[in-house]
């Protein structure tokens, strides 16, 4: 199976070393990224507290310590921060206990919290869970393997205990060149236009596509990234067994097919208002940069972009309507430290690395931008009534009459100009029945003295 430990820590395959500080990877941090590494000189790569207080774990978690988070992920919920503090001091498999009432209660505690947890220990059976998601071609990811994205760990206490993953490809490496794409559900056709432009473009240049799989943008960047062929990573706040919105139950097994599905929650898990929110702060922790695309002033999407923005990841914007209250919020997120972003090139951009520009931006370029200053002047000077003679074009283009009649035969020749007798005309685009004039150029665009050419 892709994605199990083995070479992904090595630089060649894309490994720490390719998430640079700039991209909020795991040197911004201060952490090493990814399991084996020693906090210190002479001291063991274990479980246990390291000496900056953070979490110290071996290369592979124990299997006692994966049962113990697997655990967690059913007693408590995601991104709390008192539980990351716990978990960092007392461990995995001492917090389990404790939360279950089998050991002293975690400091600061209160009855309520663990009579809660207790309730929930009831039907608790994490080795059924982890065969539930195995049976589902699936794994439980935990913080000391290799495939633990390492940027996660910029979370801090809000760090997942673990990840529950569907899919064949390593979660670390697809993480290492991702960009989040995120909007409002109730989107325009212009959100889901954009967001799925967005999503076909990074794909085609090797960028990940992550979104959370919902109505709207989240959907229209998932399937325009599958419709390149490219590469996408559903975050859910539900379990990776539970298709929500259900109306995307076809279009989330697509995603586990071709790509891969992520959640916090354990199988058989709902999701709830409260895990939509803290779903999006794995969003912006797993990616480079975060784009938003369509987003009114309370949506989840700019709760993502703004946790982008905290953990110094690039947050992004696309601009619509001033008249749209779909717009509103990303134009008040673009008047802030967002950058604003129109197409794939301009975030693989700001996002990628040395030598990933955009193409320089220009407008369409028509005959007439070809000719020399000079040719142009005298095509300038004839008259949009009637034609002129050679003196009288000599005389407004500021040319000797020798070099304006050598000017418009060369006109002649582009099929700019037509001579009857003495006088000279602007040639006429097309003949009465629409067709191109022989040997005339078959887009004009020009406008000369009043006549479009």
Request: proline share 7%; with cysteine.
């Amino acid at each position: 199976m892709a994605g199990t430990p083995g070479t992904a820590g090595t630089p060649e395959a894309g490994g720490p070393e390719a998430y640079g500080p700039e991209a909020g990877g795991p040197e911004a941090s201060g952490q090493a990224d990814g399991p084996g590494q020693a906090d210190g000189p002479g001291q063991a790569d274990g479980p246990g507290p390291g000496p900056d207080g953070s979490e110290r774990v071996a290369a592979a978690a124990p299997e006692e310590e994966r049962l113990a988070r697997a655990a967690l992920t059913r007693l408590v919920e995601p991104g709390d921060e008192t539980v990351g503090r716990w978990l960092r001091e007392l461990g995995p498999v001492a917090l389990r206990r404790a939360l279950c009432g089998a050991g002293k209660p975690p400091p600061g505690a209160s009855e309520e919290r663990l009579a809660g947890c207790r309730l929930r220990a009831e039907r608790l059976d994490p080795a059924a869970d982890l065969a539930t998601v195995a049976a589902r071609g699936g794994r439980f990811v935990c913080p000391g393997d290799l495939e633990w994205p390492g940027q996660l760990d910029d979370l801090g206490d809000a760090r997942p205990v673990g990840l529950w993953v569907r899919g064949r490809p390593s979660l670390r490496m697809w993480a290492l060149r991702s960009v989040a794409v995120v909007g409002a559900r109730a989107c325009s056709d212009y959100g889901a236009h954009v967001a799925a432009t967005l999503g076909a473009g990074l794909a085609e240049r090797g960028w990940v596509v992550v979104s959370g799989a919902a109505h709207g943008v989240d959907g229209a960047a998932h399937r325009g990234a599958l419709a390149a062929a490219g590469a996408t990573v559903a975050v859910l706040a539900s379990g990776v067994d539970v298709p929500y919105p259900r109306g995307h139950a076809e279009l989330i097994e697509r995603i586990a097919e071709q790509g891969l599905l992520l959640g916090e929650l354990p199988p058989g898990a709902h999701p709830t208002r409260g895990r939509f929110v803290l779903r999006n702060r794995v969003i912006a922790a797993l990616t480079r940069g975060t784009v938003v695309v369509e987003a009114q002033y309370r949506s989840g999407s700019l709760v993502t972009a703004r946790r982008a923005l905290k953990l110094g990841r690039h947050t992004m914007g696309v601009p619509g309507p001033v008249t749209s209250g779909l717009s509103a919020g990303v134009h008040e997120l673009l008047r802030g430290e967002a950058v604003l972003v129109t197409d794939a090139d301009e975030v693989a951009e700001l996002v990628g690395g040395i030598g990933d520009l955009a193409p320089a931006r220009q407008g369409p370029l028509v005959e007439r931008d070809l000719l020399d200053p000079v040719t142009a002047r005298v095509l300038e000077a004839l008259s949009a009534q009637g034609g002129s003679d050679g003196r009288e074009v000599a005389r407004d283009s500021g040319t000797s009459c020798e070099e304006a009649l050598s000017r418009l035969y060369e006109l002649l020749a582009l099929g700019f100009v037509e001579r009857h007798g003495d006088r000279w005309e602007l040639a006429r685009p097309a003949h009465r029945n629409g067709a191109t004039r022989r040997g005339g150029p078959q887009i004009w665009g020009n406008r000369v003295k009043g006549l479009r050419r």
